[in-house]
């Protein structure tokens, strides 16, 4: 069972692309949670409910917090919700946006920025 639960979170973190100031506040929730619910399920079968309050107290803490830095960014400062490619690509159109009238752009640059994916994908079409 753990060793499934490793895997599959080894593939999660693999298949992350969108890297927002979210994502270390959801780790930590996705990696305490479950740890803290087992604790709580294990000691309610025996008598130290204490413990029991103590961990749902803290899994609810956890969830508090995350729901708090969201609508904390989600007011202040959106863009950090934003992936870091979003956010590179955003400012480089910008600083291209400011700086026209000075410098020339070939179109297939300022494709490659917009849409990284598919100038990607046409470099490796033209190096087969």
Same mark, same amino acid.
């Given at each position: @069972?753990?060793?499934?639960?490793?895997?599959?979170? #080894?593939?999660? &973190?693999?298949?992350?692309?969108?890297?927002?100031? +979210?994502?270390?506040? +959801?780790?930590?929730?996705?990696?305490?949670?479950? @740890? +803290? =619910?087992? &604790?709580?399920? /294990?000691? *309610?079968?025996? $008598?130290?409910?204490?413990?029991?309050?103590? @961990?749902?107290?803290?899994?609810?803490?956890?969830? +508090?917090?995350?729901?708090?830095?969201?609508? /904390?960014? =989600?007011?202040?400062?959106?863009?950090?919700?934003?992936?870091?490619?979003?956010?590179?690509?955003?400012?480089?159109? #910008?600083? @291209? %946006? #400011?700086?026209?009238?000075?410098? *020339?752009?070939? $179109?297939? *640059?300022?494709? %490659?920025?917009?849409?990284?994916?598919? *100038?990607?994908?046409?470099?490796?079409?033209?190096? #087969?």
């Amino acid at each position: @069972m753990f060793e499934q639960f490793g895997r599959l979170s #080894q593939s999660a &973190v693999k298949n992350l692309h969108i890297k927002s100031a +979210l994502n270390p506040i +959801l780790w930590l929730c996705a990696i305490a949670i479950p @740890m +803290l =619910a087992w &604790v709580a399920i /294990y000691f *309610s079968k025996t $008598p130290f409910y204490l413990v029991v309050y103590i @961990m749902v107290f803290l899994i609810s803490l956890l969830v +508090l917090v995350a729901c708090g830095v969201f609508i /904390y960014f =989600a007011v202040r400062k959106p863009e950090k919700l934003q992936s870091e490619d979003y956010q590179l690509r955003h400012e480089s159109i #910008q600083w @291209m %946006q #400011q700086k026209g009238g000075d410098l *020339s752009f070939t $179109p297939a *640059s300022v494709e %490659q920025i917009i849409n990284p994916a598919i *100038s990607q994908s046409a470099n490796k079409e033209g190096e #087969q």
